[in-house]
């Protein structure tokens, strides 16, 4: 969409660039450091952008725009911090995810499958809430939580944060 677009998709609040440089130094520079380069699926994404991405996303809810304010002067996602979706090649990313709730001071966590990127954010609440998507009856994902030591299991890699 951004390359569409031409959009610049550029931070404009200091806040937003402090808290991507936490998200990446906090979360994502364990994880390269654990296993390897990740491919970023998903980042920072401005008001502006997110009005031309069609659907499934939620810009209030989601902190891929950062600490951006809308049109009102308000954060757009009140969560604040900042959230990125990343994969691992030939990685399980059931196995990424749980390193990364057992490692990391993550905010919010949703796991879509094994073979899918994983969405991870770090902000001012790191409530360490992980969510699990999972196929409905009709084939849509559903929210399911869970709490972070069910999901992690025995500890992997590193100690616990």
């Known amino acids: ?6 959009l610049a998709n550029l931070p404009r609040q200091a806040e937003s660039w ?3 440089q936490d998200l990446a130094e906090r979360v994502l520079d364990p994880v390269i450091d654990w296993f390897g380069m990740i491919r970023l699926t998903y980042g920072f994404c401005s008001p502006e952008l997110a009005r031309e991405i069609p659907a499934r996303i939620d810009p209030k809810l989601d902190q891929h725009a950062a600490c951006e304010l809308n049109r009102r002067g308000q954060p757009v996602c009140a969560r604040l911090g900042a959230a990125v979706d990343f994969i691992v090649e030939d990685e399980d990313m059931l196995e990424v995810a749980r390193w990364v709730a057992a490692n990391t001071p993550f905010d919010r966590l949703y796991f879509y499958g094994s073979d899918r990127p994983i969405h991870v954010s770090y902000g ?4 360490r809430q992980v969510v699990m998507m999972v196929a409905g009856k009709s084939g849509r994902l559903i929210p399911r939580c869970v709490a ?3 999901f992690v299991g025995p500890v992997i890699g590193e100690q616990r944060h």
């Open 18 to 20: 402090n808290a991507l």
């Open 124 to 127: 001012p609440d790191q409530s």
């Open 1 to 6: 969409t951004q390359a569409r677009t031409g």
């Open 148 to 150: 972070v030591d069910d």
